[in-house]
């Protein structure tokens, strides 16, 4: 049975992404911030589809938490597959004049280095892993990897590094048959997008995308079960854009 690591699978799109897997028989390795008790119902929902899956409270930011993922994984048999999931927006949507240190480090330390050192960490084991499942890093980035956001300056850059850690360890790993893609999903609806909802809903009625309706967990989550299952197995370091169309060119 392929085992997957998925990071911030407790809510929104991990959560889809986590389910789906769980449901087409991947062993889940779930990873959350909150502790279980927190998030029993989650649990419930992913051991019935998965019996074997565990759910992990854990911050990526720190290395106590990326050692306990790892520990986890290990004690379940190990992993084929990292979702890089977990992500975080800033506290405030400041102007990019305004925006603080404090605020630059927490969207750096979760969504960028947290990240990085997470998949480092995790690309050793992988490297050294025998299994018959493919084995593989998605990183969940954004469509702010490529889009200004001047009211969330310290995102877009966050997710701007990640794209090129996507690159990095696409060109580094390739040759021991671990492949690594970057999903960039669009305006996705989720708890993080639940303050600015009625804005961006106004914005796709009035044409801000070409597919007119807010993304859904699931759209993501079906585009990692493809990946998973090996459909692009000859594509590494490849980006593949999930936001209705948002970043096509029109006239
Ligand atoms: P969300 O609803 O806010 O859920 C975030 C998840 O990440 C939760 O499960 C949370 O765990 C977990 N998490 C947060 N910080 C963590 C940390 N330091 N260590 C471990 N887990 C952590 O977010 P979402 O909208 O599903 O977004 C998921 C990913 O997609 C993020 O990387 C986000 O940047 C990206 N994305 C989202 C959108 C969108 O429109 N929603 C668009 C583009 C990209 P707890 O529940 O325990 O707090």
């Known amino acids: 049975m392929p085992c ?3 990071t911030g699978a407790s ?11 769980a449901e087409k028989g991947y062993k889940i390795v779930a990873v959350g911030t909150r502790s279980a008790s927190d998030v029993a119902e989650y649990i419930g929902e992913l051991t019935s589809r998965s019996p074997e899956s565990i ?5 990526i930011s720190t290395p106590d938490g990326r050692a306990r993922i790892l520990d986890s994984a290990a004690q379940v048999g190990g992993f084929d597959i990292l979702v890089n999931n977990a992500g975080i927006a800033p506290k405030v949507r400041a ?16 969504n960028l280095k947290g990240t990085f050192l997470l998949t480092q960490a995790a690309a050793k084991q992988l490297i050294e892993r025998k299994t ?3 084995k593989m890093i998605i990183n969940i980035t954004s469509i702010s990897a490529e889009t200004s956001s001047t009211s969330r300056g310290e995102y877009c850059i966050s997710k701007a590094g990640l794209s090129m850690v996507t690159k990095l360890f696409a060109d580094r790993l390739a040759e021991y048959g671990i492949n690594v893609y970057e999903l960039r999903p669009g305006i996705i609806e989720t708890d993080m997008t ?6 961006y809903t106004a914005m796709i009625n009035g044409g801000l995308l070409p597919i007119k309706r807010m993304g859904q967990p699931s759209d993501i989550a079906k585009a990692v079960y493809a990946l998973a299952e090996g459909y692009f197995a000859y ?4 980006v593949m854009n999930i936001d209705g169309g948002f970043t096509l060119s029109r006239l």
């Open 55 to 59: 759910y992990v409270s854990a911050d």
């Open 132 to 134: 018959d499942a493919h």
């Open 11 to 21: 809510r929104g799109i991990g959560r889809g992404i986590s389910l789906l897997l």
């Open 95 to 110: 102007d990019l004049l305004e925006m603080t240190e404090e605020s630059l480090d927490r969207l750096i330390n979760t």
């Open 4 to 6: 997957a690591i998925v």
């Open 235 to 238: 594509t590494t370091g490849s």
């Open 194 to 199: 639940a303050v600015v909802k009625d804005k």
